[in-house]
């Protein structure tokens, strides 16, 4: 792949781990410090404010990141269509302000201080233009300025927080720091735009396509920020909420490098078939569908290994079992990693909105009616199937989609070749752990023989892919 494609995946991936990195540190010390009824009711706060950036900030983070990247060669069409969109981010998240004082001050809610402090977040929304920077692959400059932020307010909590009662302090931090981060970004942005008069007419033309984004989201949010809210209503206790929430954070956060590759290619597919060029989307997706696999896989299995050692010495007795849950909700790794390849790498880049709205409002219908059904009975567990689940169904309409679109390379020898790696690499990875015991240089010592092992048998396998590394190297060199 190009350099500047390789160059910003990095500094995703480095993004991407800094967030990984951050809750190993934060985690055990807030757990122990605020205790998990604080937390949970931060988790709650939360999640409510994320309803109304939702309907702030609509589909505005993938629509404004796509349409920078199809004008980003002329300059002046750059300047007019980031002003355009911006102006509608301001608008739209203004009427969702005001509906949210409106729930605050007219509705009411036990936790109205809480919420005041997190009203700080739409603010920081408002202003986000991070999808501009993405739109033209300056991954940089987004990627410092998150981690910059993201260090300022771990330093904070650890300066700050010392008691339950601290709560309010740990929001505002958590709140303020992110209005920081959007100053830094605006001060970075004079060196690609420049002022330009925009219109009425400019603005409204961005909010049809726009909405047509929007509709996907709301029902992503369905099994994401609804499962939290159905937990909250629905599940036998109260805690389980934050027993999700951790869950669902230690899964997700093996997806970063997966997720930085769509991250990274959505504006360069965008900006390519704009300009027609269909064998160039056809070889990147199968690049990076065939590192998606070379890497879920194995992470199932991985996470399967060794992440109740893990859980054991990290979190307090209370949480031992988020382990169980995890284990349980890791397959989402592969059906998210497949359908970051065909959604997000290709339908919204290339225009396929329907077939897109419509893989995410399958899952969110599969979602709702499995919480419905399983969360009275069966809890946090009822919520991880209705999970799994929803991204199984997300990625089988996907497929099915774009399956007679894209000339795909992948054999099914590749895939057994892969899986038989990763089942050899459970087992050792697992009996180190078991013999061993839980401790922090242990699960080192298991992700070190988890992945040598890993990439042993794929070069004893010969797999596709390490015989591509070693050409393309020599190709750029």
């Given at each position: 792949m190009e350099r500047k494609i390789v160059k910003n995946y990095i500094y995703s991936v480095i993004y991407q781990m800094l967030i990984v990195i951050m809750p190993l540190i934060v985690t055990?010390?807030?757990?122990?410090?605020?205790?998990?009824?604080?937390?949970?009711?931060?988790?709650?706060?939360?999640?409510?404010?994320?309803?109304?950036?939702?309907?702030?900030?609509?589909?505005?983070?993938?629509?404004?990141?796509?349409?920078?990247?199809?004008?980003?060669?002329?300059?002046?069409?750059?300047?007019?269509?980031?002003?355009?969109?911006?102006?509608?981010?301001?608008?739209?998240m203004l009427i969702a302000s005001l509906a949210?004082?409106?729930?605050?001050?007219?509705?009411?809610?036990?936790?109205?201080?809480?919420?005041?402090?997190?009203?700080?977040?739409?603010?920081?929304?408002?202003?986000?233009?991070?999808?501009?920077?993405?739109?033209?692959?300056?991954?940089?400059?987004?990627?410092?300025?998150?981690?910059?932020?993201?260090?300022?307010?771990?330093?904070?909590?650890?300066?700050?927080?010392?008691?339950?009662?601290?709560?309010?302090?740990?929001?505002?931090?958590?709140?303020?720091?992110?209005?920081?981060?959007?100053?830094?970004?605006?001060?970075?942005?004079?060196?690609?735009?420049?002022?330009?008069?925009?219109?009425?007419?400019?603005?409204?033309?961005?909010?049809?396509?726009?909405?047509?984004?929007?509709?996907?989201q709301i029902a992503i949010s369905v099994y994401s920020i609804l499962d939290i809210t159905m937990l909250k209503i629905l599940g036998p206790v109260y805690v389980e909420t934050n027993l999700y929430e951790q869950t669902q954070k230690f899964v997700k956060m093996f997806l970063f490098f997966i997720t930085s590759i769509g991250t990274v290619?959505?504006?360069?597919?965008?900006?390519?078939?704009?300009?027609?060029?269909?064998?160039?989307?056809?070889?990147?997706?199968?690049?990076?569908?065939?590192?998606?696999?070379?890497?879920?896989?194995?992470?199932?299995?991985?996470?399967?290994?060794?992440?109740?050692?893990?859980?054991?010495?990290?979190?307090?007795?209370?949480?031992?079992?988020?382990?169980?849950?995890?284990?349980?909700?890791?397959p989402i790794i592969l059906f998210i990693s497949l359908s970051n390849v065909f959604g997000t790498q290709f339908l919204v880049p290339t225009g396929n909105t329907k077939p897109y709205t419509l893989s995410v409002v399958v899952g969110a219908i599969v979602n709702f009616l499995i919480n419905w059904t399983l969360i009275p009975t069966y809890g946090v567990f009822g919520a991880i199937i209705g999970s799994v689940v929803a991204e199984l169904s997300v990625?089988?309409?996907?497929?099915?989609?774009?399956?007679?679109?894209?000339?795909?390379?992948?054999?099914?020898?590749?895939?057994?070749?892969?899986?038989?790696?990763?089942?050899?690499?459970?087992i050792p990875t697992h009996y180190i752990g078991v013999f061993l015991g839980a401790n922090f240089f242990v699960n080192l010592l298991q992700i070190s023989v988890g992945i040598l092992t890993y990439f042993l048998i794929l070069f004893l396998f010969r797999a596709p892919l390490l015989k591509e590394l070693p050409l393309n190297l020599f190709k750029r060199k």
């Open positions: 055990p010390y807030t757990t122990r410090v605020i205790g998990i009824n604080a937390l949970t009711i931060n988790t709650n706060t939360t999640n409510l404010v994320q309803w109304f950036v939702l309907f702030g900030i609509m589909g505005i983070n993938i629509y404004g990141n796509r349409e920078i990247a199809r004008v980003r060669d002329d300059s002046t069409k750059l300047s007019k269509t980031f002003f355009e969109i911006f102006a509608m981010q301001v608008f739209s949210f004082f409106f729930y605050i001050y007219i509705i009411g809610d036990q936790y109205q201080t809480i919420l005041l402090i997190q009203s700080i977040s739409l603010l920081s929304v408002a202003f986000d233009i991070t999808w501009f920077f993405y739109g033209v692959e300056d991954f940089k400059s987004a990627s410092i300025r998150n981690m910059i932020v993201k260090i300022i307010g771990v330093v904070l909590i650890f300066m700050l927080v010392k008691g339950p009662n601290d709560l309010f302090i740990f929001v505002l931090i958590n709140t303020c720091t992110g209005v920081l981060g959007q100053i830094i970004m605006w001060l970075q942005l004079k060196q690609y735009i420049h002022f330009v008069p925009i219109s009425l007419k400019g603005i409204i033309q961005h909010i049809k396509p726009n909405i047509a984004l929007f509709i996907p290619m959505l504006p360069r597919v965008s900006n390519v078939h704009s300009k027609g060029d269909r064998v160039a989307v056809n070889n990147y997706l199968n690049k990076t569908l065939r590192l998606a696999l070379y890497l879920s896989i194995p992470m199932i299995f991985g996470i399967s290994a060794m992440i109740q050692n893990f859980v054991d010495w990290f979190l307090p007795e209370s949480y031992q079992i988020v382990g169980l849950l995890i284990q349980c909700t890791s990625t089988l309409v996907q497929y099915f989609y774009i399956k007679n679109r894209i000339d795909f390379d992948f054999k099914v020898k590749e895939l057994f070749i892969v899986c038989i790696a990763s089942l050899i690499m459970f």
